[in-house]
């Protein structure tokens, strides 16, 4: 048990389906982060939410949309995938404004068809 | 562009032998360093650390040298067990980055023969 609780696991939905992915910490953390991991290459580095505001968008397409209502809680909103979307999707969290380690969640395993 | 890579994507090691994973990094401005460890069908976690104020850190059957001349890290895991299995990643992140955003290694796979 890390601190960082995502929502759901597993995932399986159609390229027309609109889903969304939740993550929790209860870290008392206030910068949260989207990592999109597939296989064989570096974690991909999403979204960045620092003090609940959008610090980071790393040229990720519009169809995956973040949403960070507060320090504790972050969304991942998905529309109109595509099959090569499919991944583990990585929610993580820190200390804003210190070069610490980050707590990762278990990940949501997405899989488009 | 700056980047964290390293040697071997998969490393094979007798049980009860130590193992020594090796990364690269190319910033010269990266002065902090992690290494987690990620087991099938988790997220990352957390293993040890260093600054750049430091050569070498220890922790529990564990040790991260840093050689800044000639920008490497290495995790040496001592007396090694069926539950070292894993992938590990290598991240650096620089406090001259305002996020200090890490900068991960592709990772190496940690396979432990009986």
């Known amino acids: 048990e890390t601190g960082v609780t995502q929502t759901p696991r597993h995932l399986v939905m159609g390229m027309t389906n609109k889903k969304s992915l939740k993550c929790e910490q209860h870290?008392?953390?206030?910068?949260m982060y989207w990592y999109k991991q597939s296989a064989k290459k570096p974690l991909e580095l999403m979204f960045v939410?620092?003090?609940?505001?959008?610090?980071e968008n790393n040229s990720v397409p519009s169809r995956f949309s973040p949403e960070c209502p507060n320090s504790s809680h972050l969304f991942l909103h998905l529309h109109t995938l595509q099959p090569e979307d499919s991944a583990l999707y990585l929610c993580?969290?820190?200390?804003?404004?210190?070069?610490?380690?980050?707590?990762f969640g278990q990940g949501t395993r997405l899989t488009v068809v | 562009g700056e980047s964290v890579g390293l040697h071997l994507p998969t490393l094979s090691v007798q049980e009860g032998d130590n193992s020594i994973i090796n990364c690269a990094y190319s910033?010269?401005?990266?002065?902090?360093f992690i290494w987690y460890k990620q087991e099938s069908g988790k997220g990352p976690q957390f293993i040890i650390d260093?600054?750049?104020n430091m050569d070498k850190r220890q922790g529990q059957r564990v040790t991260v040298l840093l050689n800044k001349t000639v920008k490497h890290l290495s995790l040496q895991i001592a007396a090694t067990q069926p539950g070292d299995s894993a992938v590990y990643f290598c991240?650096?992140?620089?406090?001259?980055?305002?996020?200090?955003?890490?900068?991960w290694g592709a990772g190496t796979k940690l396979i432990i023969k009986p």
């Open positions: 939410y620092s003090l609940e505001e959008r610090v």
């Open positions: 993580a969290s820190s200390q804003a404004g210190e070069n610490t380690e980050a707590f």
């Open positions: 870290l008392g953390h206030n910068a």
């Open positions: 991240a650096e992140s620089s406090s001259m980055d305002s996020n200090y955003q890490l900068i």
């Open positions: 910033n010269s401005a990266s002065d902090y």
């Open positions: 260093i600054r750049s």
